[in-house]
């Protein structure tokens, strides 16, 4: 059938003049956009209904091709004068535009930098807030990725190192025997060669049994550890390279007041004749710290661990979280420029104040004059130099306790170096391992530090007399030391190293430590559920003249059994109560199976050590890290010997072991 041919003309049915005038219009802007995306034409179409209404098309700007049609008109009708002069005050508009759109857009990536935010309501600063955590959420996605991929390549790596350690292991191994042939074909006694084979077997089997633990170690001369606690048997260790120490003890275990207890030992010490209830586990399970403490992983306690090579005796774990206490919640410690923006504990200004000191921090080296920004940090204190950054209250206050460590707010007024040392020194722990805090703990609790040190002391003939009660020290009629008795035996020697029970005459209290131990079920709430973490409280946010600190390890460390852990609040006494002063960390445990409240005196030495040659350790204090104890420590070694020990050891000699 033939098509008819419409004649066109105006159609009087009103119905049928809209449905054409619907279905042309649409067909006649489908046809100008072929156009224009076809022949890549400008094309501009505006369309007025019989009723008034206003339909339009453009391939760009309608406002844009108007103006251009304009200026063609003119161009058409114009003189080559007035042309000229049209072309520039087009020029002029186009600059103008240019020039208001580049000044807004330099406004607000300087709202993005935190600077000219005064004129904005709040409305504009909550949409700000919301483009810039956007922004930090993707590139700490792809800063994540790409962290993953390091760690897939680095775990390869160490795939491959281990097969071919494995393989120098055969060698090795081949050539044992080799020379044991050789040997005993040249009369050498076989045990012999036994021993020293069994040496080489056993070192591979310490460094195989790991269960997913950090090892520590280095390469260098072995040092005979002696003492009684970990003060003692640390500063001797250092210096038993001259010399001769003998190890006397009124206890009949190793470690002193820093030793670890099962849970038979615990229930004697606290209740006596009773006897712990049967849903707690066995008592061989429980490594019950009595001076709970953990170590600093890029620390100086690391440092004196390496350098004596007791690291052999030890396996590590990484701590899970560190936390802060502030108006009323717990979180996590800001370390680095992204935690510190990504850190619930500041408002959107502050993050970035806070992410400008994090960036100082991390790239401060002391040798380098260029990263110190023109300030000396040995001439101002603490107080100016934080002042540049404009922190807040709360801010200095969880930086300097937190993470510098620092006991009280005397800190603020001393030089500066000291506090950025330890602020560094903190996010270089962090970092060390990957982990949720710049801590480290022994598996099997601290009391392994004293049994590692016994240890390495057996090897190299070291002698030890436990329980040895009442040992008195003898000194000569110029009131220098000349020996220590015990049971009517008397061992002579030049120097004594002793805790303060030793010497009660010659030290003088200087506080008294509250302590709370507690046996819980479930992890301390609100930290992630870690199963290890260390909580400080700051004394501005208890109102106190001194920091609280909580302490939690579990089975995951091996001092309790599996669904167990084990919690310490401790705190400087300042009252004769030690419930009602450890309340406050004691509630934010939760429910506890089993409580115990202890408090100890703290004494310093008194005497002149250079006069009777007794060099007396401090009283441990109420932290639960170590960076105060060691001080004591590389002092007394000074004392000592007159020397500065050298703790240049190789951090990177600490590696994790892979669980068999």
């Known amino acids: 059938m033939v098509r008819q041919k419409i004649q066109i003309k105006k159609i009087d049915n009103l119905t049928a003049r ?63 004068e007035q042309l000229q002069s049209s072309n520039l005050q087009s020029e002029k508009k186009t600059y103008a535009t240019l020039s208001r759109d580049f000044v807004e857009k330099n406004r607000e990536l300087r709202q993005l930098h935190g600077e000219e935010l005064q004129g904005l309501g709040l409305d504009e600063l909550m949409k700000l807030e919301k483009l810039v955590e956007g922004g930090i959420s993707r590139v700490l996605k792809i800063k994540g990725d790409k962290f993953m991929r390091e760690i897939s390549s680095l775990k390869r790596k160490a795939t491959q190192l281990q097969e071919e350690n494995s393989q120098l292991k055969q060698q090795s191994q081949a050539r044992l025997n080799e020379e044991g042939q050789n040997a005993i074909e040249q009369g050498h006694s076989a045990d012999s060669i036994t021993n020293n084979r069994s040496l080489v077997n056993s070192s591979h089997q310490d460094c195989n049994d790991s269960d997913t633990s950090l090892k520590l170690g280095r390469n260098g001369k072995r040092i005979i550890p002696w003492g ?3 003060q003692q048997r640390v500063t001797l260790n250092l210096t038993s390279k001259r010399l001769q120490v003998l190890h006397m003890d009124k206890n009949d275990y190793y470690g002193g007041e820093s030793s670890s207890l099962n849970l038979i030992q615990l229930w004697k010490r ?64 800001p370390a680095t420029d992204v935690e510190a923006l990504k850190s619930p504990l500041m408002g959107l200004f502050e993050k970035r104040r806070a992410r400008k000191f994090f960036l100082y921090v991390q790239d401060f080296d002391e040798s380098d004059p260029k990263t110190h ?21 709360d801010t200095i206050d969880f930086i300097g306790h937190a993470l510098a460590l ?37 598996m099997y609790g601290l009391g392994e530090l004293p049994q590692a040190f016994a240890r390495l002391s057996a090897v190299y003939g070291g002698t030890y007399m436990l329980n040895k009660p009442q040992c008195k020290v003898e000194f000569d009629e110029g009131g220098k030391v000349v020996g220590v008795t ?87 006494a300042e009252t ?80 994790a072991a892979a669980e068999e």
Do not use: W
């Open 576 to 655: 004769d109560d030690p419930e009602k002063e450890l309340k406050p960390g004691v509630d934010i445990l939760g429910a506890v199976d089993e409580i115990f409240y202890e408090t100890y005196d703290r004494f310093v030495p008194s005497h002149d050590s250079a006069a009777d040659n007794c060099f007396i350790s401090k009283s441990y204090d109420p932290t639960t890290h170590f960076e105060s104890t060691v001080m004591d420590v590389l002092d007394m070694y000074s004392k000592i010997t007159g020397k500065v020990v050298d703790l240049s050891v190789d951090l990177s000699a600490a590696s």
């Open 486 to 572: 015990s049971e009517g035996e008397t061992a002579k020697c030049k120097k004594v190293v002793c805790d303060p029970s030793y010497l009660p005459d010659k030290v003088q209290k200087v506080g008294k430590v509250a302590r709370a131990i507690c046996i819980m079920s479930h992890p301390i709430p609100n930290t992630n559920d870690s199963h290890s973490a260390q909580v400080i409280l700051p004394q501005k946010q208890l109102g106190r003249k001194s920091d609280m600190y909580l302490f939690c390890c579990s089975y995951f460390h091996n001092v309790a059994p599996k669904g167990k852990y084990i919690a310490f609040v401790s705190t400087e």
């Open 270 to 333: 606290f209740r006596g004749n009773d006897k712990p209830p049967e849903e707690l586990g066995t008592s061989k399970e429980y490594n019950v710290d009595m001076i709970p403490k953990f170590a600093m992983a890029n620390g100086t306690l690391v440092r004196v661990l390496i350098h004596t090579d007791v690291t052999k005796y030890l396996n590590f774990k990484a701590v899970d979280g560190s936390f802060v206490y502030n108006k009323g919640k717990i979180y996590k410690v």
């Open 228 to 230: 009684m606690n970990h």
């Open 373 to 393: 920004e023109g300030m000396d940090l040995n001439k101002i204190t603490a107080k100016e130099f934080i002042a540049k950054y404009e922190l807040e209250d």
């Open 406 to 442: 620092f006991t009280d707010d005397n800190y603020l007024a001393q030089p500066a170096m000291d506090f950025v040392k330890r602020v560094k020194l903190y996010a270089e722990s962090l970092a060390r391992f990957q982990a949720g805090s710049p801590y480290i703990y022994p």
């Open 18 to 80: 809209q449905v054409t005038f619907s279905k042309r219009r649409r067909g006649l802007f489908k046809k100008a956009q072929e156009l224009s995306t076809l022949c890549d034409a400008d094309i501009g179409l505006i369309v007025f209904s019989a009723t008034g209404k206003l339909f339009e098309y453009s391939s760009s700007s309608m406002m844009q091709l108007i103006e251009k049609h304009k200026m063609q008109s003119e161009r058409d009708n114009n003189t080559p």
